[in-house]
């Protein structure tokens, strides 16, 4: 008789705990209203600009002031650090190879591929999404040889980031336009 009283009350017990753990999960909004504090914490940290204006903006030489980046449409945002006009340019079905280093907005380095040969590769495609969209918006700003600074919302990254909610730096130290 004891056991068949127990074990409705162990069943409740173990219903409310769960319930009480699921309401103290975060939820997907929780953390995209975390992502966009961290960012808005990072702009105002480094008195960052954003500008639309894109004759304005390349009509800067590199590298553009450390505060001064560039909002594609889709709202990635590119500092060109070296850019050289005249060098190749990224067209449609170009195949590019990025070597990068990211980080978080607290400036900790959660990524990168600056220690192999390779590097990220990947064709460019205007408006496309792979790898991701805020790398194909980038890569419309970028030349043979560039250098830039990234910074990408997680809806605009790959899916690693896209899934941790984090909005990511990207440094990129090597721009290849190969074909």
């Not at 990168?112 to 805020?134: I, K, L, M």
């Amino acid at each position: 008789m004891k056991k068949a009283i127990l074990n409705p009350i162990t069943f409740f017990l173990a219903v409310i705990a769960a319930s009480l753990a699921s309401c103290a999960t975060e939820t997907y909004a929780d953390k995209r209203k975390a992502e966009k504090a961290a960012f808005d914490n990072y702009r105002q940290r480094n008195n960052l600009e954003f500008s639309t204006d894109s004759a304005y903006c390349f009509s800067l030489p590199a590298p553009w002031p450390e505060n001064l980046y560039f909002q594609t449409h889709r709202g990635a945002y590119v500092r060109l650090i070296k850019h050289d006009p005249e060098a190749r340019p990224v067209a449609e079905g170009t195949t590019c190879v990025m070597r990068y280093n990211s980080y978080n907005m607290d400036d900790i380095q959660v990524g990168g591929n600056t220690g192999t040969r390779e590097g990220e590769v990947f064709v460019f495609t205007p408006g496309g999404t792979d790898p991701c969209s805020g790398w194909n918006d980038a890569a419309a700003c970028l030349r043979h040889g560039s250098e830039a600074m990234l910074l990408i919302d997680s809806q605009l990254g790959p899916s690693d980031q896209y899934q941790a909610v984090e909005t990511i730096r990207i440094e990129i130290v090597d721009f290849t336009v190969r074909n």
